[in-house]
């Protein structure tokens, strides 16, 4: 991964991860050891445990802290909540759905609102939003008031303002992972159909079987997240037409023949040691998104034999970037001109990806949906209709022969059709009936029209959490200094949330009002700051330019500055250039007080000095015109 | 007499000292005040910012950026130009100075914000990445190399030579080997 490295070009497109479904093995008992399930959870819990340490939080504290807060809605901000909410750890979630809907709705203020480019911020942030129990469609208000839908906005109408693929197939691969993370519908003025954005990604598949950012080379990471995106469609007997982008040529193919060459290619890329290079160099990365890829798939990453080498597993093969503190490193090569990416120290993003692929493979292992479906989990009745619809697929014959042979077909493919259209893909070896079916010439589109839905019952939903206004945070609340800062806006934003939502008690309204105005100055602080940050960037270069003029506006900058709190001083940039500035100026007046008080006093002395002569002259005269009258009296 | 020729001095002194400057600082002031100019003994780097690769990729430019205002018609938005080199000076640094001190639009994103620990420059002149084409971007080179790591995490040495180069192919339209 190379990324570090291709890194400050590249960096923001591969950010992301993703999807899928099952090519499945008939082992539908290939769920984990105890010994292998606990390897895995202690895997989780030791990045959690390191994460915690990285970030000043303590051991029995909460990961998502303040100090983590203020990264809500950036890379490494939001792909360790996807991890722990997949994994179900009990975290401060309300903190950051109440942080990240601020932020939200701050940047929707902007003209390319999360960001100009890259839809993949929408994406991003939607699966964090989800995994922390909230709604992307409704989060926050615009300017206008109404409701920010992130779904709409960042996949299916994003091509109102920005082409999806803007970024490149990232864009496309992710935004159907978005799409698909709840199964949304699109509505019919949408700019984009789903089968858009799937034809998108099918039609950037390489000779190899495989995907990449660009090139002709497949490079594992892509080609897994075109896995995880493509898998809710794997099932599908759908074939799609359209041109190949590196052949021009027109194909009808379906998802499942596209998924299975990309499988192969990964077969292939994948090291005799059981992890990947990505850019020529060896990473825990690639090799975490090809386990998430066949997690989606319901394939085992731990057995399936396209995926181990000279005995080495997938999870062997990230387990060699594993460091003793628990955190993981990006890869071991030590690159010596590289110093974002030591061989011996853990790393955010290796960290947070292998994070995330344990929450794979556990959800997996125990049945729940994969990765990146937030919907809610099967019923347990749906769930052992599908477990004991598996077994069947795995007792049929090879070369089915006999009308009896055929009927069973028949009656499994009936009972595939009659499970709903979005529960299908966890069907994991559906594929093995399909393909043995078409071999005996079973007619399977006609089975699926003819078949009716039949809906499972549903399990008895728990109960809602209600929010308490507890005493710690009525402490926190009372504690607030006098004197805000910005360094108190994750804590008062997450407060007054809660607040929002929870019962009523008696001083309830009194919190309200305090907790508003704090959020209120804290917002006008943060105003103040980017205000005075702009205007330095507009009026105090180029230095040389300045005159005395500027002084008033320098003068006021530093005004404005020393007001600020101790931590938002900090958040202004290229304070020195202001100091430098001000000296100048202060410098300059003074130059002109000091000439100006000499020139007063040269034409003082020099006015004395005229003076003097004139009167020294005019005593001269008179001193004459004694001196002549005396003469005249003589004569 | 004698009282004359000491205010006829006085005057002189005084007007010479007026025409010589009356910017008396103290050495800190001085110090300050003169970080930037270049004196034969200042250690000093240069730095250029060109957007050559989007003339050859001009179909693929976002039409809003279609504009001479934008793309000047040479693809220099900086030429070399130098600047002095302050102690523990990065790439970054250099980069901010020149964008600054020559009124040059830059977004970036903070070291904090990404998982690479080092400023990340989104934009310079209203060209952002992604805005010609899907491989599209700035990166920069120093004495003609890529390094493969953050602008903020490249210490400068006396007479380095900065390019920021906009490119429309990941790197291999301006000459980044690394990246095959």
């Known amino acids: ?163 999806l693929g803007r970024q490149g197939i990232n864009g496309w691969i992710w935004g159907l992972i978005a799409l698909d993370s709840m199964r949304y519908n699109i509505p019919d003025d949408a700019y984009y159909t789903r089968d858009d954005i799937i034809i998108e990604i099918l039609r950037q598949q390489l000779a190899d079987g495989g995907f990449a950012l660009s090139g002709k080379t497949s490079d594992p990471d892509i080609t897994a997240m075109a896995v ?29 023949q596209i998924i299975d060459e990309a499988l192969l290619c990964l077969s292939e890329l994948q090291l005799d040691t059981g992890d990947f290079a990505s850019w020529g160099t060896e990473n825990v990365e690639s090799t975490d998104q090809v386990v998430v890829a066949l997690c989606c798939l319901g394939i085992d990453p731990l057995t399936d034999q396209r995926f181990i080498k000279n005995g080495n597993t997938l999870l062997d093969g990230i387990l060699r970037y594993r460091m003793n503190d628990g955190g993981f490193i990006h890869s071991f090569t030590y690159d010596p001109d590289n110093p974002t990416s030591l061989p011996d120290q853990s790393n955010t993003m290796a960290s947070e990806q292998t994070l995330y692929t344990m929450a794979a493979i556990r959800r997996l292992s125990e049945g729940m949906r994969s990765l990146y479906d937030f919907r809610e989990e099967q019923s347990s009745s749906l769930r052992q209709r599908i477990s004991d619809l598996e077994v069947q697929i795995s007792e049929i014959a090879a070369s089915p022969t006999d009308a009896a042979d055929i009927s069973e077909l028949e009656k499994l493919l009936a009972s595939f059709y009659s499970i709903p259209e979005n529960e299908r893909c966890y069907v994991s070896n559906y594929w093995t009936l399909s393909d043995t079916a078409k071999e005996a010439g079973i007619d399977i589109d006609k089975i699926s029209v003819t078949t009716p839905v039949t809906e499972s019952p549903k399990d008895e939903s728990g109960e809602n959490v209600i929010l308490y206004f507890s005493e710690s945070d009525r402490n926190a609340a009372d504690g607030l200094p006098e004197n805000l800062t910005t360094e108190q806006y994750v804590l008062v934003t997450t407060l007054l949330d ?107 002395t020099a006015f004395s000095l005229i003076r003097r002569i004139r009167r020294k002259r005019s005593q001269k005269e008179k001193e004459m015109e004694e001196l002549a009258l005396m003469y005249k009296k003589d004569e | 007499m004698k009282k004359d020729i000491l205010s006829i001095s006085v005057i002189i002194f005084l007007i010479a000292v007026v025409i010589n400057g009356t910017n008396i600082q103290s050495i800190d002031e001085y110090y300050l005040t003169h970080i930037d100019d270049i004196t034969p003994d200042s250690e000093t780097v240069t730095i250029s910012i060109r957007c050559d690769t989007i003339l050859d ?91 493969n790591y953050g602008c903020s995490k490249y210490k400068l040495k006396d007479g380095q030579i900065i390019e920021w180069v906009y490119t429309c192919n990941l790197g291999k339209d301006i000459g980044c080997i690394w990246i095959e």
């Not at chain 1, 029995?60 to 750890?89: C, H, Q, S, V």
């Not at chain 1, 939003?129 to 989060?139: C, F, K, Q, S």
């Not at chain 2, 900086?78 to 040059?104: C, E, M, Q, S, W």
Request: charged share 25%; hydrophobic share 35%; glycine share 8%.
């Open chain 1, 1 to 163: 991964m190379n990324k570090k490295i291709a890194g400050f070009l590249i960096c923001s497109i591969l950010l992301f991860p993703i999807i899928s479904e099952t090519k499945a093995f008939a082992d539908e008992n290939s769920y984990l050891s105890e010994g292998q399930t606990k390897e895995i959870l202690s895997i989780a819990d030791d990045i959690i445990a390191w994460k915690k340490s990285d970030n000043g939080s303590s051991e029995n504290g909460y990961l998502i802290n303040e100090k983590f807060l203020e990264l809500a809605g950036t890379t490494p901000g939001d792909w360790y909540p996807i991890g722990l909410g997949r994994l179900g750890i009990a975290d401060n979630y309300e903190g950051y759905l109440a942080v990240i809907k601020d932020q939200i709705e701050e940047r929707y203020k902007t003209p390319g609102k999360l960001s100009a480019a890259k839809a993949t911020e929408w994406h991003r942030i939607s699966l964090a939003v989800l995994a922390m129990g909230g709604d992307p469609t409704n989060i926050g208000t615009d300017e206008k008031g109404l409701p920010i839908n992130l779904i709409a906005d960042g996949t299916y109408n994003r091509g109102k303002t920005t082409p």
């Open chain 1, 228 to 256: 995880q995106a493509l898998s809710t469609y794997y099932n599908d007997e759908k074939a799609y037409t359209y041109k190949q982008k590196v052949s021009g040529e027109e194909v009808s193919r379906t998802v499942r």
């Open chain 1, 498 to 604: 809660k607040l929002n939502k929870c019962e009523d008690f008696d001083e309830k309204n009194i919190y309200l009002e305090k907790l508003t105005a704090a959020k209120n100055d804290i917002a006008s602080i943060q105003a103040e700051i980017d205000s005075i940050n702009t205007e330095i960037k507009e009026k105090l270069y180029p230095f040389e330019r300045m005159t005395l003029r500027d002084k008033e506006t320098v003068d006021s900058i530093a005004a404005r500055y020393n007001k600020l709190g101790e931590y938002d001083k900090a958040k202004i940039e290229r304070w020195e250039d202001v100091i430098k500035t001000k000296t100048q100026l202060d410098n300059l007046l003074r130059g002109i007080i000091i000439g100006t008080v000499l020139c007063l006093i040269a034409s003082a």
């Open chain 2, 57 to 147: 990729n001009y179909d693929d430019l976002d039409p809003a950026l279609r504009s001479e205002e934008f793309v000047p018609p040479d693809g220099v938005i900086l030429p070399p130009t130098k600047y002095v080199l302050r102690p523990g000076d990065t790439v970054f640094d250099i980069l901010d100075r020149a964008v600054r001190y020559n009124k040059i639009q830059m977004e970036y994103q903070g070291a904090d914000q990404n998982s690479y620990g080092s400023v990340y420059i989104q934009g310079i002149h209203y060209l952002y990445e992604f805005s010609c084409g899907h491989l599209s971007g700035w990166m920069y080179r120093v004495d003609g190399e890529f390094p």
